[in-house]
């Protein structure tokens, strides 16, 4: 950690442009940009934000949505590919830590994967949820260990996690035995409503105390009119309303950026690492406050592949601009 320095942060809440994987890639990019204009060093986007989150599979039945599925896989992002190669340049020529969410694609899985690029336009990691939650197990695959970490980048050591991982002590935990100082959450937006921002709000500021680090936190938004699209029915139209809550929390719990609840923004802070150290000092749940002879984490970090041995060759991604599966 860098004593004494003060990082400007930001957060965006970003409205994606619905199935189209390019143009929100020049949102984000343009954000990146906006961003760096106001002396931002780090700008963290939503979970799965490129194309979009699959807001369809909150509100309609599996059996009905085969359709919209297949065209998330056609707009989903390849690691590396073309739109990362944007970003990266981007973060590049900003010198800007960049974390973004994305649908990746993996030949014939997809996979709610976060990036994060380095000031360099380096990705320097590229993990994958690793629970994905109720009806999103009908769209994404299981992510494994191999992510559960943190970085070292041009603004300190970064740790992500997307959404309800929250929840999961112990993927926290991972992150904060390697002395998480900025955490990276993201989360979808537009969906469940009050009390998910709510529960949001609770969740960012309770990981900000408990790993003395900072939390910089961001959500998706969606207009009424993307709402409308997805779904006709005025009752299942509530369930993609509310539940946002982009903001920015110290290591004392302490909302510094933000929240912003509604509409699509950035929120900025002023992150002074001086306060890791003060709140470590009282309480450090991986040093002096720990007890490992106690309780301690046994954790799995390596690659999960289909085949083992010797023999088993690693194999290249699926080329970009492959022609698109049947439509059911």
């Not at 992002?77 to 973060?91: C, K």
């Not at 260990?145 to 970064?158: E, H, N, Y």
């Not at 509604?262 to 900025?268: H, N």
Request: hydrophobic share 45%; glycine share 8%; charged share 20%.
């Amino acid at each position: 950690m860098a004593p004494y320095r003060i990082i400007k942060a930001a957060a965006a809440q970003l409205q994606p442009v619905l199935n189209d994987g390019r143009a929100t890639t020049e949102k984000v990019c343009e954000a990146i940009r906006t961003a760096s204009r106001e002396g931002a060093e780090i700008i963290v986007f939503p979970e799965t934000v490129v194309p979009n989150y699959p807001y369809f599979s909150f509100v309609r039945p599996p059996v009905l949505a085969g359709k919209d599925h297949l065209a998330l896989y056609d707009e989903a992002v390849v690691v590396p590919g073309p739109l990362t190669e944007l970003v990266a340049a981007a973060a590049r020529q900003c010198g800007m830590v960049v974390v973004l969410g994305v649908n990746e694609r993996d030949h014939g899985t997809l996979y709610n994967a976060q990036l994060v690029f380095d000031a360099t336009g380096e990705l320097v990691l590229h993990r994958r949820k690793i629970t994905p939650t109720y009806h999103e197990r009908m769209i994404w695959g299981q992510g494994d260990g191999s992510g559960l970490r943190t970085v070292a980048t041009a603004v300190g050591r970064l740790g992500a996690l997307a959404c309800w991982e929250h929840y999961n002590p112990l993927a926290r935990y991972a992150l904060m035995a390697e002395h998480e100082e900025i955490h990276c959450a993201q989360f979808p937006g537009s969906l469940v409503g009050q009390i998910f921002a709510d529960q949001m709000e609770v969740t960012i500021r309770h990981h900000a105390l408990e790993a003395g680090c900072f939390v910089i936190n961001a959500c998706g938004w969606l207009d009424e009119e993307q709402i409308a699209s997805i779904t006709p029915d005025p009752a299942l139209q509530k369930g993609l309303r509310g539940g946002c809550y982009t903001a920015i929390i110290s290591p004392e719990g302490v909302v510094i950026g933000g929240p912003l609840t509604a509409g699509e923004g950035i929120v900025y802070a002023e992150m002074d690492m001086r306060l890791i150290q003060k709140r470590k000092r009282m309480m450090d749940s991986v040093g002096h406050y720990a007890r490992p002879e106690l309780l301690s984490l046994h954790l799995n970090r390596d690659v999960q592949q289909p085949v083992h041995g010797a023999t088993a060759a690693p194999v290249a991604p699926a080329p970009v601009g492959v022609e698109a599966l049947e439509r059911v």
